[in-house]
């Protein structure tokens, strides 16, 4: 299984990103995939999660503000993350995920960057 994130950048306060991340290779119908950050110094944290039927979970940081979606329609998953009314604080390298069965998959990255 592979993972491609993308989408990142550098926007103001305010401002609205859109995170992309392809899966693609042996993936079971049944699956949840994630969005997690990292922050330079902090730990890796769960931003939102959804599973293969469309069940989400956020962060009590990120509600009312993000929202994960995924498109199940082709043989590459794609799992979104659209982010409005960015804060500084939601700077952070931002992560995919996918659990498929017992194995856990992760992307590369990309890095969301917010001015103040």
């Known amino acids: 299984v592979q993972l491609q994130a993308s989408g990142g950048g550098l926007v103001q306060a305010g401002g609205s990103l859109r995170l992309s991340c392809a899966a693609s290779?042996?993936?079971?119908?049944?699956?949840?995939m994630y969005w997690y950050r990292q922050a330079p110094g902090k730990q890796r944290e769960l931003v939102a999660g959804i599973s293969s039927g469309g069940t989400t979970n956020y962060a009590d940081s990120v509600k009312g503000r993000f929202t994960i979606s995924r498109d199940n329609a082709k043989s590459t998953v794609y799992l979104y993350l659209q982010m409005n009314s960015l804060k500084p604080e939601d700077s952070a390298v931002y992560y995919c995920?996918?659990?498929?069965?017992?194995?856990?998959?992760w992307g590369q990255g990309t890095l969301v960057t917010v001015s103040s």
């Open positions: 995920r996918v659990i498929t069965g017992t194995r856990s998959y």
């Open positions: 290779g042996s993936i079971f119908s049944s699956n949840v």
